[in-house]
């Protein structure tokens, strides 16, 4: 059990602002005596002196040094946590957003960038993963927002839409398919690559398959999309990916694109949090990342 106390914390970075036991006294409001006592009990709390003292100065030692640093920083996460739960708003202290690998690989830098330039104090906690798991983390409270694709319906959550991510199959230039139109028959010779299940992009296949009445399909899956889509672009297979994933490739001319005759759907990119931490701030946090997935050109506006 801790034998220290938030009084004695605050006595020690006091008297190092002060610089004595007397003024430290006077600037809170208790008796000399008593901020003794409290640095006395630090100090056995500790095993250690924390201060030198001559006369009516007091010099923080080596040890005190080291003790203030942490006090300050323990000062300063419980200011941020009086002013996180007063304002409820979860751009004062620690946000922790949630994303999906299409919009961490795509703009995620870009939104987390511009988002410390407008809130410099704020610290960001960031969570990368599929929109299935995110969607569990912010319901299971552990997440204030997640940027995710397609979300699903969520008790007391607002789901704001941002933008649309196209979807295509994507193959490196050295490994072109037959003709410009990928259908199952084009594609019979190639390894397929693709998301395992749960994914947007797994269903979104299967259901493409289905509608192009292709015969038995084999698919080889990766759980990350980042390394799906370094797969595609090295050549090993042709996948069904998000084209804003691999936008400098696609520029560069070493991946290509392929038409389709029934086309996949856009992905749905949206923002998700609780109604009840709806804020100022979470608004901005979703207006920026909106205007960073419109401005990159690789995400389209919403029909």
Known sequence: MRRYSLAQIEALATIAKQGSFQAAAKHMNVTQPTVSLRIRELEEAFGTRLFERDGRSSKLNAEGTVALHYADEIL?????LETRLRTGDPLQGILRVGSSETVAIAVLPKIITLLGERY??????LTVSNSFVLLNELSAN????????????LADTQVDPLALAPVA?????????????ADPQ????????CMPKPSPLHDMLIDWWDKEQ???LRINTCNSLAMLARLVASGVGAGVLPTCILRDELQ??????YRQAIPFK????????????????LEALVNIARRVMLDSRYFTPLE
């Open 76 to 80: 300063k996460l419980l200011d941020e």
């Open 120 to 125: 410099p104090r704020l610290k960001v906690e």
């Open 142 to 153: 552990h997440l204030d927002l997640a940027i995710l694709a397609t979300p699903g319906t």
């Open 169 to 181: 199959w994507v193959a490196h230039q050295s490994l072109p398919l037959p003709t410009s139109f």
């Open 186 to 193: 084009s594609l019979a010779q190639s390894t397929i690559l």
């Open 214 to 216: 292709g015969g038995s």
């Open 252 to 257: 560069r001319g070493t991946v290509i694109t």
């Open 266 to 281: 856009p992905l749905r990119i949206c923002a998700a949090y609780r109604k009840t931490s709806r804020s100022d701030g």
